[in-house]
Every structure is written in structure tokens, then in C-alpha cells.
């Protein structure tokens, strides 16, 4: 068992998995400017879906669509499975409650990726579902389960949480330490600021969508938990709805910017 588990982590840190793995960070950074374009799109009166299945869908209609889909299904994929060995492997050296936290954060990060490459292969093979409605329907089972709303309640406040740390980390820049910055002054400069940018407006996002579990829950009315798409089509309706949603969506563009750089300048 024990030699079986050093050939797994000897697979997993490989050069070649790691070349994978950062072309993920690519592939995730080119599905929120995607999601960003889309909800400008929608603040102008537009139509489109401004969630990683609205992403992935333009992705589907470019030319080469296919093949556009299956290397970036085989990116995250990588990279989901380089998440996982961090959570199985890494961070054995830390204190006890450090090391928990960062494999804890690596697992959920690798199940993030993971639903990225299921998308995405769903999609290639032309299954594609509407995540709207599908989002709706999960909160209806889970509604009618057991304990059902008291997880719905949990749920929400979690990616709620998620959103206001992503929201601090880019005004406190701590997702600097996660990189090697280029020497250059102005290439550090603008890394910083659209990282600033992106993770402000990744924060109002999922914010937006936890509140929405929150209410649809609250309210009994599963029809309103509507995901990431959803959250924005309700903000275009509030007082300066139009103007925020297309902020919000510039900063998405800024993100998705960020993560493709990331992918040259992560730490591994």
C-alpha cells in the first residue's frame, strides 16, 4: 500500500501533469471572462446564460468547438487531479490545524475543477443541460429531504462566506503570495490589479448567489435559487442594476485575465 502510494505521488507530481494542470488555471480563467463577457452582454440588453454552462456553451460555438472542449475538459481534469494529490499528499510539514486547513482547501478547490471537466465533457458529447433549471431542482430534493433545509441554510451561508473572503483577499492582496511575480514593475502592476479587480468581483458573485440559496430557502421557494446566473440577472434588476451588473462583469473579464496568467505564474 505503502509503495503504491509513492507511485501515485510521483505520477501526480510530474512535470508533464503539471503542464496539464496549469493549462486548468488557463481554462478556468478563459470560462470567467466568458461568464464576465456575458453578463456585459446582458447589462446591455442582451441575452446568454452568465454561468460556467453559459460559458462553456459560447465556448461549444466557436470554431474547432469540440476540440476546444476536450483539451480544456483534459486541462481541468489535470488540474482537479492535482488538487487532489496537494489534499492527499502536501502540507504534511505544517502544524496540525494549518495542514487541515490547506487540504481542506485543495479538496474543495479539486471538486471545483472537477465540475468544471464534467461540465465541459457534458457538453462535448452534446448532453449539455440547462444549469438553471437543474440548480432549481436540486433545491427542491433537497428541500423535501430529511435536514434538507437546515443543509440548503448551510449551503448558502458557505458559498456567502466564500464570497466575502474572496472579496477580502483581493483588497488585502493575499492572493499575491500564491505567485511568482514577474521582475518587471509594470507586469507586477497590472498582475496586482486585475487581481485585485477579479477577486472583488468573484466575491460579489458568489455573495449574490449564497444569499439567493438563502432566500430560496427561506422563502420556500426553490425557483429562486437560479445559481451564479440567476444572482446576476437579479442584480441587473435593482436601482443601477444595468451599471453594476457590467462592472461586475468587467471584473469577471479581470479574473478570468488573472487565472490565465496564473498559469504561468503559480506556485505548484
Known amino acids: 500500500m505503502k509503495d503504491a502510494a509513492e507511485v501515485a505521488e510521483d505520477v501526480t507530481n510530474s512535470k508533464a501533469l503539471e503542464v496539464a494542470a496549469r493549462a486548468g488555471f ?10 464576465g463577457y456575458v453578463a456585459i452582454r446582458l447589462a446591455m440588453g442582451g441575452q446568454g446564460q ?42 504534511e510539514h505544517l502544524p496540525g490545524k494549518k495542514k487541515a486547513a490547506k487540504k481542506v482547501k485543495a479538496a474543495l478547490q479539486a471538486l471545483v475543477y472537477a465540475g468544471f471537466s464534467i461540465t465541459l465533457a457534458s457538453f462535448a458529447i452534446g448532453a449539455g443541460s440547462n444549469h438553471r433549471q437543474s440548480t432549481s431542482d436540486l433545491t427542491v430534493h433537497l428541500m423535501k429531504a430529511p435536514g ?21 483577499r483581493g483588497f488585502r492582496k493575499s492572493f499575491l503570495k500564491y505567485l511568482r511575480m514577474p521582475s518587471q514593475d509594470q507586469a507586477r502592476t497590472a ?4 487581481g485585485v479587480l477579479g477577486y472583488a468581483a468573484k466575491g460579489i458573485a458568489l455573495l449574490l448567489v449564497g444569499l ?29 442594476g444595468v451599471y453594476l451588473l457590467a462592472a461586475v462583469g468587467a471584473g469577471l473579464i479581470c479574473y478570468g485575465i488573472f487565472m490565465v496568467g496564473r498559469a504561468k505564474l503559480a506556485k505548484m
Open 26 to 35: 488557463a481554462v478556468s480563467g478563459i470560462l470567467h471572462f466568458l461568464i
Open 50 to 91: 452568465a454561468d460556467v454552462s453559459g460559458a462553456v456553451q459560447e465556448l461549444a460555438s466557436q470554431p474547432a468547438g469540440p476540440l476546444l472542449l476536450w483539451s480544456s475538459f483534459a486541462a481541468c481534469a489535470a488540474l482537479a487531479l492535482w488538487q487532489t494529490s496537494d489534499a492527499v499528499f502536501d502540507f
Open 148 to 168: 434538507g433545509i437546515v443543509l440548503l441554510l448551510v449551503i448558502g451561508a458557505a458559498v456567502a462566506i466564500t464570497g466575502i473572503v474572496y472579496a477580502i
Open 191 to 194: 498582475v496586482t490589479a486585475v
Open 212 to 240: 439567493l440559496i438563502i432566500i430560496a430557502t427561506v422563502t420556500a421557494h426553490p425557483e429562486e435559487s437560479t445559481g451564479l446566473d440567476g444572482g446576476l440577472k437579479a442584480l441587473r434588476e435593482q436601482p443601477f
